[in-house]
């Protein structure tokens, strides 16, 4: 008679957590800062800081699993068309095209917003670049093509912030991560964190330019995030703990946790989502309690990826 033992996982740790909360939430910042700006009003402050913030963090990302590959050389072979052909089934070789493709999408649908930015064109080294000839022959070949820039952003944006959790689920041995609802919370997440940003940066960088309408609504669509998340992490851990016996131990370590309990739920979700609707329904206004709330909203989406790498358990025999 076999007996069932446990284990948590070790390979993929807080720095895999890192490179999911910025892949997943760069992503979600490009296509939201597309959106806005092709469907909204032309606020090029806005998609400019969010088209380059958005690729910084999954550069970071994207470094963060580079430099934890066992073999350097098959960054050629995740990030080229091939991967996805020889190997269709591969959500890692599906999200690496994603994200360098949108990555490529925001530079150039920034760069004529750039190139036109007086301050950007003052840099010692940034701004000789954007100066260049061949750059701003470029920067009118992007405007041009424009919102085919945009679509490509939008769709890989999304794309890349559903990869995220698909990457996760695609493991059948840790029963926490091979759950139909861990894309669809992933998602949600990354797009949360993606309000949460582009409020800090609307609140904080460029507050007398963008239009108050713009945060107003962003505010609003965070709340209903916020609480669509809430109501994925009960329904996700309801199924967990009724479910197989390790799903049952991961769960069990999860809201065992202070960390979990605190870090996450309490100060990553229901504190921030309270001071939202204080600040959209009641009588807050100002900057200090929104980017208060976005600054911890950010803390709970790198927690909830961070608890869910170490809660990854392994049920022996599979």
């Not at 409020?199 to 505010?219: G, N, P, S, W």
């Not at 329904?235 to 309990?261: P, Q, V």
Request: hydrophobic share 55%; charged share 10%; aromatic share 16%.
């Amino acid at each position: 008679m076999d007996i069932l033992t446990f284990t948590t996982q070790q390979h993929w740790t807080t720095w895999f957590a890192v490179y999911l909360f910025l892949g997943g939430m760069g992503a979600a910042v490009v296509a939201v800062s597309f959106l806005t700006h092709m469907y909204l009003r032309e606020e090029k402050e806005l998609v400019m800081w969010g088209a380059l913030s958005g690729v910084a963090m999954m550069v970071v990302g994207s470094g963060m699993l580079f430099l934890h590959l066992l073999n350097k050389w098959a960054i050629f072979y995740i990030v080229s068309p091939y991967g996805v052909f020889h190997k269709p089934d591969s959500w890692i070789a599906w999200g690496s095209q994603f994200i360098v493709w949108i990555q490529i999408a925001a530079v150039l649908y920034a760069l004529p917003y750039m190139v036109e930015k007086p301050r950007l064109l003052g840099w010692p080294v940034i701004g000789n670049i954007l100066k260049m000839p061949i750059v701003l022959q470029v920067a009118g070949v992007a405007k041009k093509i424009h919102p085919l820039l945009g679509w490509v952003g939008i769709v890989t944006g999304i794309g890349t912030a559903v990869y995220t959790g698909l990457l996760l689920q695609s493991f059948p041995a840790v029963t926490l991560w091979h759950n139909p609802a861990v894309p669809i919370l992933f998602t949600v997440s990354a797009f949360s964190t993606a309000m949460a940003w582009l409020l800090i940066v609307m609140y904080t960088f460029i507050y007398h330019r963008v239009d108050h309408t713009i945060r107003a609504l962003y505010e609003r669509i965070d709340l209903g995030l916020i609480t669509a998340e809430l109501i994925i992490i009960f329904s996700f851990f309801n199924f967990t703990l009724s479910g197989s016996e390790g799903g049952y131990r991961s769960a069990e370590m999860l809201w065992g946790s202070n960390g979990w309990l605190f870090g996450f739920v309490l100060f990553g979700l229901i504190v921030p989502l309270a001071m939202e609707m204080k600040c959209v329904f009641g009588s807050w206004s100002g900057k200090v309690p929104i980017v208060t709330a976005s600054l911890l909203v950010l803390n709970g989406g790198f927690q909830l990826r961070a608890y869910f790498m170490a809660a990854g358990i392994y049920a022996y025999p599979w």
